[in-house]
């Protein structure tokens, strides 16, 4: 290991690289309910527990005519305006339900000269999208109020290509879409030649409240949205052409990230890509598992959990890490266990999620950690507690995962974790980065939730 870290200190000094701050959103405010609602629709997962929120088979507005005697039905996230899910009837899922902005954001170039965008770095998918002139005349409007805008045509190494296009569509109606083209790339030191932009030409209210300026996609590039001719035509990710490119070494095809809270002063979070920071891994073991990307997922074995000491068996339960989302979302086994040691804490129909007494003592919470691969990592405290919800109370990190097949860990537990993505060798690593002191006051910046 010496000897690899060896390498790659020499590689980034040689290159110029640097640690790329993950910088937090000024106007990210925490909402547990809405970040739940965020997972709802990024994934369309059905909720196994109950709330206001749930998909429901919808007939689409903008097609009534019926399709082989049928009409054109697709299933959408609804708000139901009763808690008798039966009766009361439903509302349409708006920009306002959900979390737009996400906590933290980093900074790329694109083109040539450089124009700089701020990115939402995402590990949960492939797409690098973002905000371009060739937006409706409207939302362009809204965009350039607060964000960079990129300008294929200022861009002397733009290259469009006539023949693609992209677009991604959630439950809620959301959407994004637009064309395509390949550009130089900087991220954190490294330049990347000819990797597919794909230019905003339509984004719905959703996409246009975000602080970021678009998405960059660190998963696998099976799951990127890029289109030829109607038929799926995947592009290259980043780190996939940084490893086509032999921009990083053969010995570290790999990206890592570390993230921090709010609560823990003077600590930044950043990425780094094609080498580890030494300094989180010094005098500690990386615990490495296989990963399985047949669905695009950053994905592996996470077959239990433990409370308490207590180990609940969840057999053949996969996970997968995910910067895209903020909480960690576990199966309802295990949710009930977690909350069963948490004294005073309940189920909230209205919040859609577990609450925790606000005044609850640190040592009152219990030592909750999940599986990856056979090791398992501590959630610190400060974590279990995500954001306030109504008076006395707050909205527990790590919630249920409804009907999904698979964990979907995200900054809630990476936040415990210094993560090492390491695509070269198809591996998932983590070293326990907890913080000495434990802050579960809730920062002076957050506001009850709802």
């Given at each position: 290991?010496?000897?690899?870290?060896?390498?790659?200190?020499?590689?980034?000094?040689?290159?110029?690289?640097?640690k790329?701050?993950a910088?937090?959103?000024?106007?990210y405010?925490k909402?547990?309910?809405?970040?739940y609602?965020r997972?709802?629709?990024?994934?369309?997962f059905?909720?196994?527990?109950?709330?206001?929120y749930?998909?429901?088979?919808?007939?689409?507005?903008?097609?009534?005519?019926?399709?082989?005697?049928?009409?054109?039905?697709?299933?959408?996230?609804?708000?139901?305006?009763?808690?008798d899910?039966?009766?009361?009837?439903?509302?349409?899922?708006?920009?306002?339900?959900?979390q737009?902005?996400?906590?933290?954001l980093?900074e790329?170039?694109i083109?040539?000269?450089?124009?700089?965008?701020?990115?939402?770095?995402?590990t949960g998918?492939s797409d690098?999208?973002?905000?371009?002139?060739?937006?409706?005349p409207?939302l362009?409007?809204?965009?350039?109020?607060?964000?960079?805008?990129?300008d294929p045509k200022?861009?002397?190494t733009?290259?469009?290509r006539?023949?693609?296009?992209?677009?991604?569509?959630?439950?809620?109606?959301?959407?994004?879409?637009g064309d395509?083209?390949t550009d130089?790339?900087?991220?954190?030191?490294?330049?990347i030649?000819n990797?597919?932009?794909?230019l905003?030409?339509?984004?719905?209210?959703q996409?246009?409240?975000?602080?970021?300026?678009?998405l960059l996609?660190?998963?696998?590039?099976?799951?990127?949205?890029v289109?030829?001719?109607g038929?799926?035509?995947?592009q290259?990710?980043?780190v996939?052409?940084?490893?086509?490119?032999?921009?990083?070494?053969?010995?570290?095809?790999?990206?890592t990230?570390?993230?921090?809270?709010?609560?823990?002063k003077?600590?930044?979070?950043?990425y780094?890509?094609?080498w580890?920071?030494?300094?989180?891994?010094?005098?500690?073991?990386i615990?490495?598992?296989d990963?399985?990307?047949?669905?695009?997922?950053w994905?592996?074995?996470?077959?239990?959990?433990?409370?308490n000491?207590?180990t609940?068996?969840?057999?053949?339960?996969?996970?997968?890490?995910d910067?895209?989302?903020?909480?960690?979302?576990?199966?309802?086994e295990?949710?009930?266990?977690?909350?069963?040691?948490?004294?005073?804490?309940?189920?909230?129909y209205?919040?859609?999620?577990?609450?925790i007494?606000?005044?609850?003592d640190l040592?009152?919470?219990?030592?909750?950690?999940?599986?990856?691969g056979d090791?398992?990592?501590?959630?610190?405290?400060?974590d279990?507690?995500f954001?306030p919800?109504?008076?006395?109370?707050?909205?527990?990190?790590?919630?249920?995962?409804?009907?999904?097949?698979?964990d979907?860990l995200?900054?809630?537990?990476?936040?415990?974790?210094?993560?090492?993505?390491?695509?070269?060798?198809?591996?998932f690593?983590?070293?326990?980065?907890?913080?000495?002191?434990?802050?579960?006051?809730?920062p002076?910046?957050?506001?009850?939730?709802q």
């Open positions: 290991m010496e000897a690899l870290f060896n390498t790659q200190a020499k590689f980034r000094d040689e290159r110029g690289l640097f790329l701050e910088i937090r959103n000024q106007n405010s909402n547990g309910t809405k970040s609602v997972a709802l629709k990024r994934y369309g059905q909720p196994t527990k109950p709330g206001p749930h998909h429901k088979t919808k007939i689409a507005e903008d097609d009534r005519k019926k399709i082989l005697g049928h009409p054109r039905h697709y299933t959408g996230l609804v708000k139901s305006l009763s808690a899910l039966g009766h009361g009837g439903h509302a349409e899922v708006t920009a306002d339900d959900e737009n902005d996400m906590e933290y980093c790329i170039t083109g040539t000269p450089p124009q700089k965008a701020v990115m939402d770095f995402d998918s690098l999208w973002v905000r371009s002139t060739g937006l409706s409207g362009l409007g809204i965009a350039t109020s607060k964000h960079h805008t990129f200022k861009s002397s733009f290259k469009r006539e023949d693609l296009a992209w677009q991604i569509s959630y439950g809620d109606g959301s959407s994004a879409s395509v083209g130089v790339v900087e991220i954190a030191g490294l330049v030649e990797q597919a932009i794909e905003t030409k339509h984004v719905s209210s996409f246009a409240k975000g602080a970021q300026d678009g996609g660190l998963a696998f590039p099976q799951i990127n949205t289109t030829k001719d038929t799926p035509h995947p290259a990710t980043p996939v052409n940084m490893i086509k490119q032999h921009d990083i070494p053969k010995e570290a095809e790999l990206f990230v570390a993230l921090y809270s709010s609560r823990d003077g600590k930044k979070s950043f780094t890509f094609g580890i920071d030494q300094d989180l891994v010094k005098g500690k073991e615990a490495w598992v990963i399985d990307n047949s669905q695009g997922f994905m592996f074995d996470s077959e239990s959990a433990k409370v000491g207590e609940v068996t969840v057999s053949g339960n996969k996970a997968i890490a910067t895209g989302t903020t909480l960690a979302l576990v199966s309802d295990v949710c009930k266990a977690l909350y069963a040691k948490i004294k005073g804490s309940s189920y909230s209205k919040y859609q999620g577990y609450l007494p606000s005044d609850i040592e009152d919470l219990p030592e909750f950690s999940v599986a990856v090791k398992q990592f501590v959630i610190q405290k400060e279990l507690l954001a919800a109504e008076e006395g109370q707050i909205y527990g990190g790590v919630q249920s995962r409804g009907t999904m097949p698979f979907i995200g900054d809630v537990f990476l936040k415990s974790v210094y993560a090492i993505f390491d695509q070269g060798r198809n591996r690593g983590a070293v326990p980065k907890i913080e000495k002191t434990q802050v579960i006051t809730m002076p910046d957050q506001t009850q939730s």
